[in-house]
């Protein structure tokens, strides 16, 4: 039987895991608050903005939206950021990517005071993680990890192949399943657009986490059986339904359930526990800022 890693639950289960770091925080006078910039006008970057917001208010994070007209120049987005960072009541800012052509990407990564960072983008993050000492884990490597310890997959010794080598999913997971520690001690191959031979190595993977954003790219012939399928693409496919396109992973899902011990849906996978770990950022960041301790799930 194939056990189906429910995303929507665990992610439930972080949220109320938070209630005690945020009831620390309230005794300290402290409501955690997070700001959200969207400098876009794609349909799939609102929602995740609008979901993001909705998941603050069901744990009680103060949520702050920011929208700025992606044709304004790139100093709009740089001075909002620039006022959140010397704002003490944001605790978190997050930029919602992809941002257009037009504005310099690590420029903006740059810009984000790291200790506000809860996407853990910033240079600053990114050198921390790969050192081993990480402040901020990106949502959602950090989200695969719970993911992976919620259905009992031991990475020790594990060999993972993770496909996708962008600097949100594929490099900081491959370091994370690398770290000397209980969710880590895996050996790890990054694959990616120019990979030769892509199916040998993922049919010799325990575990797999498909991220390179090509719809169902992997299928049930490049799986061994029984291993771990961690799916975190969210493709938008035109499909004959009310919302006119369905969501897709980067998994042949029915085929790779045949062969996988377990695996994420996409829906109801990874995504919800991106949102999950932003919210655990967020109540992270506070903590730090105002020098309460708190104890998170
Ligand atoms: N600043 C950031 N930008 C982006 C990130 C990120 O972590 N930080 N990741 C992705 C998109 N993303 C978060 O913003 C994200 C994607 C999907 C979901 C999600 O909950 N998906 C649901 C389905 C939602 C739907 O109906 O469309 C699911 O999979 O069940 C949350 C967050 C790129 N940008």
């Given amino acids: 039987m194939t056990d189906i890693i429910d995303g929507n ?6 949220r109320t895991g938070l209630a ?3 009831d620390a925080l309230a005794d300290a006078g402290t409501t955690p608050c997070l700001a959200t910039v969207l400098m876009s006008d794609d349909p799939a970057s609102e929602t995740y903005v ?3 917001h909705n998941d603050c208010e069901e744990v009680g994070i103060e949520a702050r939206d920011y929208e700025i007209d992606p044709e304004a120049p790139a100093d709009e987005l740089y001075a909002t950021i620039d006022e959140l960072n010397a704002d003490p009541s944001v ?3 997050l930029v919602q990517m992809p941002l257009p052509d037009h504005v310099d990407e690590r420029e903006v990564l740059r810009r984000v005071d790291p200790a506000k960072d809860v996407d853990g983008f910033h240079p600053e993050n990114v050198g921390r993680l790969v050192a081993g000492h990480p402040r901020f884990k990106p949502c959602t490597p950090h989200g695969i ?3 992976l310890a919620s259905a009992d997959v031991d990475t020790e010794g594990a060999d993972a192949v993770v496909v996708g080598r962008s600097n949100i999913v594929g490099k ?3 370091n994370l399943l690398l770290q000397k520690s209980e969710t880590g001690n895996a050996t790890v191959t990054v694959c990616h657009s120019r990979t030769e031979n892509l199916a040998e190595k993922t049919r010799a993977a325990d575990i797999v986490v498909a991220a390179a954003g090509v719809p169902e790219m992997i299928d049930g012939e490049m799986l ?4 771990t399928v961690i799916d975190v693409g969210i493709n938008r496919v035109e499909a004959d339904t009310e919302k006119g396109y369905e969501l897709v992973g980067d998994v042949a899902y029915e085929s790779a359930k045949e062969k996988a011990g377990a695996i994420t849906p996409v829906p109801g996978g990874v995504g919800p526990m991106t949102r999950a770990m932003l919210l655990w950022n967020t109540v992270k960041a506070a903590g730090d800022a105002e020098g309460v301790s708190v104890d998170l799930p």
């Avoid at 639950?9 to 972080?14: L, P």
């Avoid at 061994?224 to 291993?227: A, I, L, M, V, W």
């Fill in 9 to 14: 639950a665990v992610a439930a289960e972080v």
């Fill in 20 to 22: 005690d770091a945020m």
């Fill in 50 to 52: 609008s979901m993001k």
């Fill in 91 to 93: 605790h978190g800012i």
């Fill in 145 to 147: 990890q719970k993911l």
């Fill in 172 to 174: 900081p997971m491959a």
């Fill in 224 to 227: 061994s059986e029984g291993c």
